[in-house]
Nanobody, 125 residues
């Protein structure tokens, strides 16, 4: 079983940048598809981005596609989410999640087996 810990959240002004990290322990991260989800107050959790095991492919929510970049360093057992040109609507708790079994990226939260505790991202206008 893998344990996931997110970090890097904080308060930033609109137009700014943050880099979130998702560090794994317990098992190698290389065997998992990793995704980032977010949940804003009063809203449902939504898919943000995901990356395949080999980092050969990545997929994004349309509204973040040109601003966010997901990457992974399997040697460091860490996945990153670089977030640029942040907007107030990006404010949410961001979670990383690991999919142990799928052969391809899925966007549904129920497809992911392990979750971190989340990190708060707040973007002020």
């Amino acid at each position: 079983q893998v344990q996931l810990v997110e970090s890097g959240g904080g308060l930033v002004q609109a137009g700014g940048s943050l880099r979130l990290s998702c560090a794994a322990s317990g098992r190698t991260l290389a065997i998992y598809i990793i995704a980032w989800f977010r949940q804003a107050p009063g809203k449902e959790r939504e898919f943000v981005a995901a990356i395949t095991r080999s980092a050969g492919s990545a997929y994004y929510k349309d509204s973040v596609k040109d601003r966010f970049t997901i990457s992974r360093d399997n040697a460091k057992n860490t996945v990153y989410l670089q977030m640029n040109i942040l907007k107030p609507e990006d404010t949410a708790v961001y979670y990383c999640a690991a999919d142990a079994t799928s052969a391809f990226i899925r966007r549904g939260g129920n497809d992911y087996d392990y979750w971190g505790q989340g990190t708060q991202v707040t973007v002020s206008s």
